[in-house]
């Protein structure tokens, strides 16, 4: 009977192809050229062809350094746990078809079973790095979380650099945290519907305040905007949705954008680009939104923060303002007050002499009048303040008799 590694070498270009055709219907293996969905598969095939049939199963050596390696690869390009461990169990049903084919090459059962022993094997290695790297990956964006808050608490520092540039920061960190090498910014004020400002990092020199008149569903910041869940672009070369022109030169080709959380006290767009053309991993996409989110949190914080100032210097203002009137009526208080006061005593002195000093009394009056004209003024002009209407009696007038006077 034949091993099964002389079935594997006498079939591994019809085994090969057909795992390709296979492995190609994988929603991550999607736009892959075919070195990259080979990877190292046909290695690791030469490598089953080369072991003998004792060797099987104990997945040592050059056949799991491959494994490891290949699983690596495929983290890169978005795989998910359950494609990896699929194109092992792929491998292992595109080897049987060959002997099955024809029933007088099948290898001995001890052999096809240390075979599926080494694929299984294979598999178990797989989950157990996969789980490994969703630990590491739990780190590192705990990681990035951090670094986000730093430069939130930086940017809200006196002194601190302008806002632009530690949102810059921000995107840095978010392109380092999926992979990508572009990313970009467009906030909004939701009450305004106007542009904050704009921030981008990366090879494509983005003119993104372009954006703020075009923001439709034709270009691709408008189709993130009006959309809740996130947009992909495959390839932004061919894609028919509007975007820059130095994007489209800039090498970048596949796009990932998230709508920051509407509701806020900013809302916006925040995208990544990857040089390389394929689908977004769901790591990717999911560690976008998260950091998206967070990152929302932080310019609601900001944003709130510079209200607040505002707040502060406007009332300073208006302490200011309420001082110095406050200073200007006292002094004009004291004059009318003062004369009625030593008029009054003048009064008071002489009882006796009231009807010959009837013009003192007319002029205390006149004062009082003055004084209480003034603390009207100043009961109407705190009632403008708090946004309540003054009492106005409307009657006839004679404007030509007021001109003739």
């Known amino acids: 009977m034949p091993t099964v590694a002389a079935i594997v070498d006498q079939h591994r270009e019809e085994i090969l192809e057909i795992w390709e055709e296979e492995a190609g219907k994988a929603a991550s293996a999607r736009g892959l050229t075919r070195p990259a969905l080979m990877n190292l598969m046909p290695e690791y095939l030469s490598s089953l062809a080369q ?10 050596g050059r056949r799991r350094a491959l494994v490891e390696h290949h699983f690596s690869s495929r983290l890169r390009q978005g795989f998910d746990l359950a494609e990896i461990i699929e194109e092992f169990a792929l491998l292992g049903r595109c080897i049987a078809r060959m002997w099955l084919a024809a029933p007088s090459t099948r290898p001995t059962s001890d052999a096809v079973e240390r075979l599926f022993s080494e694929l299984q094997k294979a598999s178990v290695a797989v989950a157990d790095m996969f789980r490994e790297h969703l630990l590491n990956d739990e780190q590192s964006e705990k990681h990035y979380v951090r670094l986000l808050e730093t430069i939130a608490k930086e940017a809200l520092e006196p002194g601190a650099s302008r806002f632009r540039e530690r949102l810059a920061d921000a995107l840095t960190v978010i392109m380092e945290s999926t992979g990508a090498q572009s990313a970009a ?3 909004f004020d939701p009450k305004t519907q106007t542009l904050i400002t704009t921030a981008s990092r990366g090879p494509a020199d983005e003119l993104l305040e372009k954006y703020v008149t075009s923001l439709g569903p034709s270009s691709f910041p408008g189709r993130i905007a009006s959309h809740q869940e996130p947009i992909s672009v495959v390839d932004a070369a061919t894609t028919e949705l509007e975007v820059s022109d130095s994007l489209r030169r800039s090498g970048i080709h596949s796009l990932l954008g998230v709508r920051l959380a509407p509701g806020h ?3 916006g767009v925040l995208y990544i680009g990857l040089s390389e053309t394929r689908a977004f991993s769901p790591r990717q996409i999911r560690r976008l939104e998260a950091l998206g989110e967070r990152l929302t949190l932080h310019l609601d914080n900001a944003k709130l923060h510079a ?9 300073g203002a208006e302490r200011d303002l309420r001082e110095q009137f406050v200073s200007v009526l006292a002094h004009d208080l004291r004059g009318p007050l003062s004369t009625a006061k030593m008029n009054a005593h003048l009064l008071i002195r002489h009882p006796e002499a009231l009807d010959e000093r009837r013009a003192i009394a007319i002029k205390i009056e006149r004062n009082i009048n003055r004084t209480d004209r003034m603390i009207h003024d100043l009961l109407d002009a705190n009632q403008i303040r708090a946004g309540e209407r003054l009492p106005l009696r409307l009657d006839q007038c004679d404007l030509e008799a007021w001109r003739v006077k």
């Open 51 to 60: 072991a003998s049939d004792q060797e099987l199963g104990r997945y040592t």
């Open 185 to 187: 910014i467009l906030l």
């Open 265 to 267: 006290r900013l809302v």
């Open 307 to 315: 209200e607040l100032l505002e707040k502060i210097e406007a009332l």
